[in-house]
């Protein structure tokens, strides 16, 4: 099975700053990654997914970006960080094929102040 | 990709009793997965049944899947405290992407 590794766990940045979240995958290659947002008590929200290195697709228009330098690297970044952007951010991985879970990791709590 | 709606939202039972949540979903799929999510922690795979499937067993867990009604149940059987978490639905459609929409989950509270 994967291990999905993600740091910083938690972070609290300010109105304006910028934000690098890294994700890094064990024991798969070439998979589809993803990222999540979790609001407070809420579902999950899809934000990006990658199904290749540099092709990388946004399911939601704001002010975050993703890169996938490498195979199993998954990078969100904002360059200007919203109060509306805290949350729990979740990174994801699955194998390719049509019968496949995914592997959470850990998470990181985002709180902008 | 769609959407999979939980019901309930909350549940509340006491240690040794049956837990039965559903899912529903609009469009048709090539698979359904379940996935719990403990406060504060990512989320982990239960199960995954296929469109083909009816019905699949994991332990005290039992997924059900009704493609004519588009709808799903998962069943935990003799819960226990350590089952207190939110459950999630996924249904996924064809396609290379993988990916999944999460609803917003049920709820599970399990008292000892």
């Known amino acids: 099975s994967q291990t999905i590794h993600q740091w910083p766990a938690t972070l609290v940045q300010p109105v304006g700053s910028p934000l690098s979240l890294e994700c890094t995958v064990e024991g798969t290659s070439n998979p589809n990654l993803y990222w999540y947002r979790q609001a407070a008590g809420r579902g999950l929200q899809l934000l990006f997914y990658?199904?290749?290195?540099?092709?990388i697709s946004s399911e939601v228009p704001q002010n975050l970006s993703a890169s996938r330098p490498q195979d199993r690297q998954f990078i969100l970044s904002s360059k200007k960080l919203l109060l509306s952007d805290s949350g729990f951010y979740l990174c994801?991985?699955?194998?390719?094929?049509?019968?496949?879970?995914?592997?959470f990791g850990p998470g990181t709590r985002l709180t902008v102040t | 990709s769609q959407q999979g709606e939980e019901d309930p939202q909350a549940l509340s039972i006491q240690e040794g009793e049956n837990a039965t949540m559903n899912c529903s979903y609009k469009?048709?799929?090539?698979?359904l997965q379940w996935y719990r999510q403990n406060s504060g922690r990512g989320l982990v795979h239960l199960i995954l049944i296929r469109s083909n499937e009816r019905e699949k067993h994991s332990g005290r867990l039992r997924v059900t899947l009704d493609t004519s009604k588009k709808s799903s149940s998962l069943l935990i059987t003799a819960s226990r405290a350590a089952d207190t978490a939110s459950y999630f639905c996924a249904p996924q459609n064809s396609g290379n992407t993988g990916k999944l929409i999460f609803g917003q989950g049920t709820t599970l509270q399990v008292k000892p």
């Open positions: 469009t048709s799929i090539n698979n």
């Open positions: 994801a991985s699955r194998d390719r094929g049509a019968y496949y879970e995914q592997y």
């Open positions: 990658s199904i290749g290195i540099d092709q």
